[in-house]
């Protein structure tokens, strides 16, 4: 395996063992400029970058392979069965995943963790008991603390769960679900705060959106965001450049303190000050979003295991539009099939579904405004849901299809005998 004699290592790795170094229930470790569950795996391996990268690619191999046997244990036609279980193996071989094992970063745990959280899903809508209950929380909880963007998942996902826990009766025992992932993404938010991790991603965007922009800039100004000339020589760069001046420079002292104090607010009151802007912005970078292709963290040894063109058909890229002209048909027809079938009720896979559809925008949005760096390497989750999104929903649709076509002719054959 290449992962074996090739890893590719980022920024973000001295950071990892840094935290690793630190004790579990200590401060720098929960509270750390990174959420915990990636410096946890680096010191559960002495942060040894052969034996992390060999562990991501088993334990996405066997994520994936839980995943893909979820989605086929739920299709209720037989014959789709194997079909679906080797289309979501396939998907999950593709370069714009695999290659993330040998990459020491969270992409690959955090997306293995997502699989393994979907599977939960299935697993436990299809026949509850509590040992999935007790699974799903577990899985849960280290995927909220992978990334930043998978505890506001999480949240989302929380409050639907609890809309609907309440709205149908019969699902009331899914509020303790709904309410473990509130508590989870308000720690993480607690731990976020105290260890002030927003604040780079801020200053990403502060320097790449609102610097360079007067209208903007004027926003801040009028919150008290002090408008100097050593600030605006900030204007187009990253929060690391000038040796680190965000940080550093006594000239930016006074706007030190009003990041720490307002910075977050004013922030959040500029993107509900524009609306449409805010909210037109991540569809207008789809492109951007969804190819995960800005930025290269390909490892040098890294070969792919599916061939080029079947890696093309299970993870298309470069036909986006054609993909979201399909995933839009195939809602529709979904939606037909809800109404007309009930089919929510026929196969609760299909709760799943719209959870994975609803949220794909909600994430992009995440990211987006989340931070202005490296939009290709953050979007890569939001990637992965729309397209496993699509061949889900294909899954599903053609399974439903097919199963009201045989109902249909069953009861055709019926009436004929009768009469």
Known sequence: ????????????????????????????????????????????????????????????????????????????????????????????????????????????????????????????????????????????????????????????????????????????????IAGVFILFFATN??????????????????????????????????????????????????????????????????????LHNNGKSTYIHWLLSRPYQTLKEPISNRQRLLSSREQNYFSPGFSPVLPVLLNKIVYPTDHLLLVILMLIFIIFEAIGLIISQRVYWYNPAWIVLLFMILLIYSHAFLVWHGDAMEIGRHSLQVSVQFYLSLWTAMLLTIDCVYLVKSKDKATRKRDVFIK
């Not at 409050?159 to 149908?168: L, M």
């Not at 260890?195 to 790449?208: D, E, M, Y």
């Not at 800039?217 to 187009?236: C, E, H």
């Open 1 to 176: 395996m290449s992962v074996l004699t090739s890893v590719q290592a980022s920024t973000d790795t001295g950071v990892y063992i840094i935290m690793a170094s630190k004790p579990i229930w200590s401060a720098d470790f929960l509270e750390g400029s990174r959420p915990f569950t990636v410096p946890l795996l680096y010191k559960l391996f002495n942060s040894n970058f052969i034996l992390i990268a060999f562990f991501q690619s088993i334990f996405s191999l066997l994520c994936w392979s839980f995943l893909a046997f979820q989605i086929s244990n739920v299709i209720k036609s037989r014959w789709l069965k194997i079909p679906a279980f080797t289309l979501v193996l396939l998907f999950s071989l593709s370069e714009n995943i695999i290659q993330w094992d040998s990459v020491l970063l969270s992409e690959s745990v955090s997306l293995s963790l997502m699989a393994l959280f979907l599977a939960g899903w299935f697993w436990i809508l299809n026949s509850w008991k509590w040992q999935k209950v007790v699974y799903l929380v577990v899985v849960a909880f280290f995927w909220t603390f992978s990334r930043e963007t998978n505890a506001w998942i999480i949240l989302m996902i929380g409050i639907i769960t609890a809309v609907i826990a309440v709205w149908k009766g019969s699902f009331k025992r899914y509020l303790i």
């Open 189 to 258: 938010e607690i731990s976020s705060n105290t260890g002030h991790r927003w604040i780079f991603p801020f200053l990403n965007i502060l320097s790449q959106r609102i610097l360079p922009n007067k209208e903007n800039t004027s926003f801040f100004s009028k919150n008290g965001m002090p408008v100097t000339p050593a600030l605006m020589r900030m204007s187009g760069k990253w929060a690391s450049r000038e040796n680190w001046a965000y940080y550093r420079d006594p000239a930016l002292k006074d706007f030190r303190m009003w």
